[in-house]
């Protein structure tokens, strides 16, 4: 399967590169959306990821992490008929995060760009038909669990790892490959879960 990856506010290209190496060896295609996520605004981001689906060969599953997850939500919106396979949100604020609303009522919230200011309120997910993935860290100190979960998610997993830190962990990477497979299901094995124990 196709799998694009689109990272979120600020964050490096390399963050993706131990799950997209995991899904690779896993038996998916891998590549990752490179948007400048400190300059321009939600719409032309969401736009430029929007194009970049449509270019691809057949459906595409989409994994995006924290802001990248409201440019799929805008992208959608903007255009609600994109051949996507499968849509998955890495802990993102879907409707705000309370550390962005700080960022917002600070001293520095002038500095804040239009993309940084869009995380304390989210935006309005929109409807699609591909089934939709939740992914929440239950060590997260930038969203929440309650701000990374997504009524009507097609499924759930919830992991003991920070916000970035979900994306460097192999079980993150082997339950995502069965929800790319199934569009149902993120369950672990029994090893993994074992391991997320300390068993």
Partial sequence: MQVLLVHGFLAPRALFWPLAGRLRRLGHRTDVFVYPSHREDLDTHAEALAARVREAEGPTAVVAHSLGGLVLHRAVALDPTLPLSRRVFIATPHRGCRVGRRARRSALARLLPATG??????????????????????????????????????????????????????????????????????????ALATSLRGD
């Fill in 117 to 190: 200011k869009v995380t304390a309120y989210g935006c309005e997910p929109a409807p699609h038909a591909a089934p939709v993935g939740v992914v929440i860290g239950t060590r997260d100190l930038l969203v929440r669990p309650d701000e990374a979960d997504l009524p009507g998610a097609t499924a759930r997993l919830t992991l003991p790892f920070g916000h970035n830190e979900l994306l460097v962990r192999p079980q993150l990477a082997h339950a995502m490959a069965r929800f790319l497979r199934t569009g149902a299901t993120f369950d672990l094995d029994d």
